[in-house]
């Protein structure tokens, strides 16, 4: 697979290196550094900012031109021509359905979006206020413990099956967890809506009335899973990977990448985009938390924006921005005072000479929690949101780890720490 080679002199090593350098089909080669430890060397590269972890054929992205390919097909036009069960089908095996694999996966996954009914009772020892994330992080893990029949993560069928039955219940758990937070019963899904439609339903209609879901409203929940499907090896999809590398079964993958995800410079940033609109609280207040933003000794930054990957724009958050428009204008709430300090935020920020110079750009999540909130989700559920729709990536990437020549994920380190000493006598 070497198409090139790095020769590396080393101070201290008399013979240069020569290592094998790997090219792609697309993005920058890569150095195989692997014999390195046969000379007692170790790279380091503390956030993995040059270090590609393994070889995939899922997701790529260019930072500098603003693209996002899932299996080569631009987000651009997957959001606008295909929906979310068909790109989950598309990532988890690598081509677009036909018309029979579409129908016959959708209705695989309609028909396993039931959860056990004995899951129902884990609910019961948290909080009503507990933070959701934290129930989700607990009730996906726990569903190891219900499919003793299809753990053996050898088993190609095993596998599906349980991509499946994740795919499938992480919409009912998720709006489970917003029922218990409002006392209300859960409500079971119903194989007949879709998708989007189906996870509205369960979140807002109850055993007393039962109302139909705005078609809009579904479609714009069914292209905010799409958008957060998949996205190479960001953090929690690492974490997942790194999980899954010791031989744990799925759903204590997709577990540790929840709990990965929760952070605020991660999925928990959409959370923390509406909180911050709402503590800026005025257009006028805009120009205060810029400088606090660009204030090196103040640990505030501006939530929705920079990418470590993106340097130009994210695509995802301009189909996120259409999608804000159309919902907004459905729910006739194109005054809404947060989309406006966004809005202004945004031409204020992306005109400042600190955040072009650091190609900080709205990402992801910038406009994402403005849709959610007019959609009546509460602040706390969006990154439960997130997670759910970023399932399909996440156990794409285990399933294609799981089925490659994979070894156990173990870092090594630098270490500046004491050199042997005796315990005192
Ligand atoms: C997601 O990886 C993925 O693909 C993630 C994701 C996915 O789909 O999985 O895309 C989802 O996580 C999107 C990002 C959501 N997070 C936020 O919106 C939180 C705010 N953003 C930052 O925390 C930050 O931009 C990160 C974490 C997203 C990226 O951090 P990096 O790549 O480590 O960049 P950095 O911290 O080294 O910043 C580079 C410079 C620094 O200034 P200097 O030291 O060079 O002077 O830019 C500054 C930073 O201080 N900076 C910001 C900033 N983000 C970076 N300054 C103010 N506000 C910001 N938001």
Redesign the pocket.
Known sequence: MADKKATLKVDGVEESLELPVYEGTLGPDVIDVRSLTGKGLFTYDP?FMATAATESKITY?DGAAGVLLHRGYPIEQLAEKSDYLETCYLLLHGELPNKEEKEEFVSTIKNHTMVHEQLSHFFNGFRRDAHPMAIMCGVVGALSAFYHDSLDIHDENHRVISAHRLIAKMPTLAAMVYKYSIGQPFMFPRNELSYGENFLHMMFNTPCEEKKISPILAKAMDRIFLL?AD??Q????STVRLAGSTGANPFACIASGIAALWG????G?NE??LKMLNEIGDESNIDTFIAK??D?DDPF?????????YKNF?P?AKVMKQTCDEVLAELGMEDDPLLKIAMKLEKIATEDE??IK?G?YP????YSGIILKAIGIPTEMFTVIFATG?TPGWIAHWNEMISSDYRIGRPRQLYTGHKKRDYPA
């Open positions: 956030g992205i957060h996205h190479e960001n953090a929690s999809t605020p410079a991660h999925g940033a923390a985009v933003a660009k090196k930054r501006l939530m929705g924006f920079g990418h470590r990957v994210d995802r600190y955040f650091r900080l990402n992801v999540d910038f970023r």
